[in-house]
């Protein structure tokens, strides 16, 4: 299984970051679910949410408000959608499989850089 | 969120070293209890889950123990692939929280 980010490196201060994982070599509706996770000097690793392939959620709360995570199986895809960004959400982003019977999340895709700047 | 206290922030060792990483949270987590290592410019890669069940694939020398609110991983035998940057990672009530990181660098 291979996962990859894409989207842009940069978003503006109070727009909207789109970012879409793509998922090779394994079917997105085979029993797991699928998380994005970021990671900044500033606050270090943080899971933000998961999604399994039935569309079901859960979020990190402090991001609930602002955070949509959906899952497109006919593309075997997953994206995550952060509204009202500002600097402090700048960091690497990272989608990954989330072993949910394990707790622990594995594997990542490569991360992709995203900075929000006007 | 359940806080997750790593300890120490920083390791300085040298090859055939054993090392202790430290991990304690705030709520008892039972075992639900993951540790990763990170290399510069890469993504993190699971080395044990469950506290101590090793992933496939994982070196031996890499140990995990403990429960409740107090973990440990351990690394037996530093070789020089193991310096990089450590992170414990609890998982309870479907939040998910991570350590600071423990950096092993060279003694």
């Known amino acids: 299984v291979q996962l990859q980010e894409s989207g842009p490196g940069r978003v503006k201060p109070s727009e909207t970051l789109t970012l879409i994982c793509t998922v090779s070599d394994y079917s997105i509706t085979t029993g797991y679910y699928w998380g994005w996770l970021r990671q900044s000097p500033e606050k270090g690793l943080e899971w933000i949410g998961s999604v399994y392939h039935t569309g079901m959620t859960s979020y990190k709360k402090s991001l609930k408000s602002r955070v949509t995570i959906s899952v497109d199986t006919s593309t075997n895809r997953f994206s995550l959608k952060l509204t009202s960004v500002s600097a402090a959400d700048t960091g690497v982003y990272y989608c990954?499989?989330?072993?949910f019977g394990s707790g622990s999340f594995d594997p990542w895709g490569q991360g992709i850089l995203v900075t929000v700047s006007s | 969120d359940i806080q997750v206290t790593q300890s120490p922030s920083t390791l300085s060792a040298s090859v055939g070293d054993t090392v202790t990483i430290t991990c304690r949270t705030s709520?008892?987590?039972?075992?639900?209890l993951a540790w990763y290592q990170q290399k510069p410019g890469k993504a993190p890669k699971v080395l044990i889950y469950q506290a101590s069940t090793l992933e496939f694939g994982v070196p031996s020398r890499f140990s995990g123990s403990g429960s409740g609110t107090e973990f440990t991983l351990t690394i037996s035998s530093l070789q020089p692939d193991d310096f990089a940057t450590y992170y414990c990672q609890q998982y309870n009530h479907y939040s998910r929280t991570f350590g600071q990181g423990t950096k092993v660098e060279v003694k």
């Open positions: 709520e008892n987590i039972n075992n639900w």
């Open positions: 990954a499989r989330d072993r």
